[in-house]
């Protein structure tokens, strides 16, 4: 595929390769973006900010309206993409291109209720007499930094806020998975003004730094690992961000909660396509008096689940994204091992496999837990009792979602209460999301929310405006 600048196909020629990780062929290659092609992005971008401005609201929402109709009909086509180059089973790429549609037309209905608000301005000493209101305005260039895992529906999360919120902007996918995104560009493309939709391909670090240095871009909207969101962080300067980072998510099961369905959500929770989630469940936290019935069961739902070829609609677990990630997951795992833990059941390789794991013995200074792996493993680590298991899961750098099987409202309450993190379920594993919620974590699980409502609101800034009437 190509880059898409100023409604021009744009390739180059040094290309990279995106493989297939289940069998390593070749999908496509991507164009290889340098500095000027960097600030040729930019340029469309910045000249373009005046064909949104023009543009009414009723405008905006029929021509996201229209793009999501066009998503709808490319539903099987991008899917298919999407499990070619990461690897995600295909009834997940199937419900991503559900969630998108679904995004997609959130953001629509938001464009129409971009609110200002009236201020009671002569409440203040010397106010009276004077007139004020807000009104949102646009920020200007939006650029959007997306990761590998969902390629789709993380650019969405982005984009579609940003042109509801009337900016223009540039879309930098992943290397590894970069295609289903740019089909995604090239159809919001169709629907809006030459120039304000742009797409970048290449060197991440080349790419982000040009973007996040340039006092062109007014916004960075990222969503990917600590380490790069704090790089960014410290780089961009008084440009507004959003970072929506990695996650190391506990779920909690204590003794009274219904095993049979907590475990039913774990195994989701932990293994959607193979841990490779920010919001998956990276830690089960097991209360004592219940954790010899909990294993048994999670290791007998572990053991039905089908690893195969991700094309196929009956296979749950497909491959990593790729060799190297396969290599961090084994080495963690061996890790935990050396260290105490016991395999219950996985933790085989094969190519870019990792079979699905339930660990325990599992101790909370283990490289396994105390950092984000994304992979299909469920360590679980044992409580004494509710107070131990609040104080485990809040042990982390990271506070992404959290989530609590219990059947006793006060455990309940003292859980969402204690928790630190962005969301917390009670009766839901940590991996829940619905794209209109308010979505973002606390500690280095990042700034800001995602959820369009909330975009929207983080795509605009807010001018004041006065009139004497006196
Ligand atoms: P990553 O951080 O390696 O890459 C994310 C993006 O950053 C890519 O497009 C990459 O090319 C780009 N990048 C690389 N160097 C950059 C630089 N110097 N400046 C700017 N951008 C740069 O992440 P990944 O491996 O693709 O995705 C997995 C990570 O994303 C995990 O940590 C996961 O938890 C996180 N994630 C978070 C959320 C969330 O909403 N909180 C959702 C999905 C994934």
Redesign the pocket.
Known sequence: MEMLINSKHISTEERMEVTNPYDNSIVDTIPVADEKIVHDAIKSAKNSKNKMTNLSSREIYYRLTEACTELKEQKEDIAKIITKETGKPINGSLYELDRSIETLMFAAEESKRVYGENVPIDAGLGGEGVMAFTKKIPLGVVAA??????PVN?AIHKLAPALAARNTVIL?????APLSGLMLAEILANHFPEGVINTLTGS??L???L??TNDDINKIS????????T??AKNAGMKKLTL????NDPTIVLKDADIEKAVSDIVNGAYLFSG????GVKRVIVERDIIDEFTENLVKQTGKLKVGNPMNKDTDIGPLINTKAVEYVNEVVNDAVSNGANVEIGAKVKNNFYWPTVLTGIKEDMKIVSN?T?GPIAPIIEAQDIDEAINIANNSKYG?NAGVFTENIHSALKCVNSIESGSVFVNKASTFRTDNMP???FKN??MGK?GIKYAVEDMCKTKLIGFNLN
Do not use: A, R, W
């Not at 990222?222 to 969101?229: E, R």
């Not at 929506?244 to 996650?247: T, V, W």
């Not at 490779?276 to 919001?279: D, E, L, P, S, Y």
């Open positions: 930094i997306t990761p590998f895992n969902y993380l930098k996918p992943s290397k590894e991440g670090k790419i982000g730094d973007l996040v990222f969503t990917g690992s600590v380490p790069i969101g790089h960014i929506e980072l990695g996650g490779q989630v920010c919001m984000e994304f992404l979505f973002g974590g699980s990042g995602e």
